[in-house]
Structures are given as structure tokens and as C-alpha cells.
């Protein structure tokens, strides 16, 4: 069982946020697809970056048709926060990050399990 996180769809945003190209991440995933290797889809849900309703339809869309799909969505908690801190010379985190509601949580798990994917909240 492989686990996949998926963050952020958008290629500039990704970019913005990660520092990196999330190009690599794509063809990870197509390979992985064909490959009929079982796996999970883990998708970090944080208010500030993650949750947008435009982000949660690109990753949506980017599965539909992937076969059948699990999707763990896992809420934003603090414990890295002293590593996302220090995570390169000069980076620092300007903006508190917190996680979704649980109604914000809800509503995204049910827009993936309208569209047909297996969800759990954590995992």
C-alpha cells in the first residue's frame, strides 16, 4: 500500500507554497495509477492553503476516472510547526495556519464522496 499525499493542484500555487514544481507529483501518480499498485490518496487539508473549494474540485477532477479511489483527508494540527519553522535558511512561516471546522471537513468529504471516492477523515 502506497500512501500519496496530494496537496496543492494548481502548478504556481504549488510553487508558492512548496518551493517546488508539483510536476513530478503528476507523473508520480499516473505511474502509480498504471501500475494497478494499491494505494490511498492522503490529502492535508489547512484552512490558509489546502481547503478552497477551487483546490478540493482540481484534486477531484484530477481522479475521476482513477478506479476506485481512497481518500484519507487529514486536518492541519501543529506538532511541525517548530520544523516548518526552520525548514531552510531564511524561511519562516509568517501566517498562523489552522485546520478546517469540522463542518468545513464535512463538506469537503462529502464533495469527494458525491463523486463517487471512498473517504475517511484521518489515517
Request: no cysteine; hydrophobic share 30%; aromatic share 6%.
Given at each position: ?28 501518480l ?21 481547503t ?6 482540481k ?18 494540527h501543529?506538532?511541525?510547526?517548530g ?7 531564511g ?17 469537503i ?15
Open positions: 500500500l502506497i500512501l500519496f499525499d496530494l496537496k496543492l493542484i494548481d502548478k504556481k500555487q504549488h510553487k508558492l507554497y512548496t518551493g517546488t514544481s508539483n510536476s513530478n507529483i503528476h507523473q508520480n499516473n505511474y502509480l495509477i498504471e501500475s494497478k499498485t494499491k494505494y490511498r490518496i492522503r490529502i492535508p487539508l489547512v484552512n490558509e492553503l489546502t478552497s473549494d477551487e483546490n478540493i474540485e484534486i477531484s477532477a484530477m481522479l475521476e476516472g482513477k478506479g476506485d479511489v481512497e481518500i484519507n483527508l487529514l486536518s492541519y501543529d506538532l511541525g510547526e520544523k516548518q519553522n526552520n525548514s531552510g535558511p524561511k519562516t512561516n509568517k501566517v498562523k495556519l489552522t485546520a478546517p471546522s469540522q463542518e468545513r471537513l464535512r463538506v468529504k462529502e464533495k469527494f464522496i458525491s463523486k463517487g471516492f471512498k473517504v475517511t477523515l484521518g489515517g
